[in-house]
């Protein structure tokens, strides 16, 4: 009896295998035949789920995104500036593996930032985060915790670049945690003090 393959499993195991070799060698140096011998697979093998190595990458980015929705989206709005604050802090503490993808992103997706299709795409998500945190802002000011002059809109977006930019330190610059820990702590408490209502 042939052997069932859970098809998302698959392609998820190749991209971990694709991130471990791309991190590793760095994306135009690695080939398909990396990607394959890392994920314990054969070439033939590896094409049936992805076509090319820019396919790889597309659905690394894709699901990078993905995982940065679950993480930055959260649902509930919070109960005071702390908690809000508390919430952004853990946004922006990125696990390490996903700090060495910033590199590999810029790697591969660097010249793409030329194409308008993909900065839209990027542009799109920091949008919705701004919007995210714009909302978050607007119920603190309801309930008294952020001053009522504060503008949530602008604010939104200034901590969605604040978490990009703190990401973005931490991987490109491979900045120790504890060193990121405290850059972390630092901002949000120069936040805090000019939004107390």
């Known amino acids: 009896m042939p052997k069932i393959v859970d098809r998302e499993e698959m392609q998820h195991g190749i991209l971990d295998a694709a991130m471990k070799v791309y991190a590793k060698r760095g994306y135009h140096a690695a080939t398909i035949a990396d990607v394959a011998k890392e994920a314990g697979l054969g070439k033939g093998t590896l094409y049936l789920y992805f076509k090319n190595k820019e396919a790889i990458a597309l659905a690394m980015v894709d699901r990078h995104f993905k995982g940065m929705e679950g993480r930055f989206f959260q649902e509930q709005m919070p109960d005071s ?10 946004t922006m503490n990125i696990p390490d593996e996903h700090a060495r993808f910033v590199r590999v992103f810029f790697e591969v997706f660097g010249p793409s930032f030329a194409s308008d299709a993909f900065s839209a795409r990027v542009a799109d998500f920091f949008e919705q985060l701004g919007d995210h945190y714009a909302g978050h802002i607007r119920h603190l000011q309801a309930i ?16 969605a670049s604040l978490i990009d930019g703190m ?22 408490e120069m936040f805090v003090r000019g939004l107390v209502a």
């Open 81 to 90: 500036l702390d908690t809000f604050a508390a919430n952004l802090s853990e």
């Open 144 to 159: 008294g915790q952020i001053r009522d002059d504060a503008d949530a809109q602008k604010l939104g977006r200034v901590f």
């Open 167 to 188: 990401i973005l330190h931490k991987g490109l610059f491979s900045i120790p945690s504890e060193r990121h820990d405290a850059l972390r702590r630092e901002a949000l």
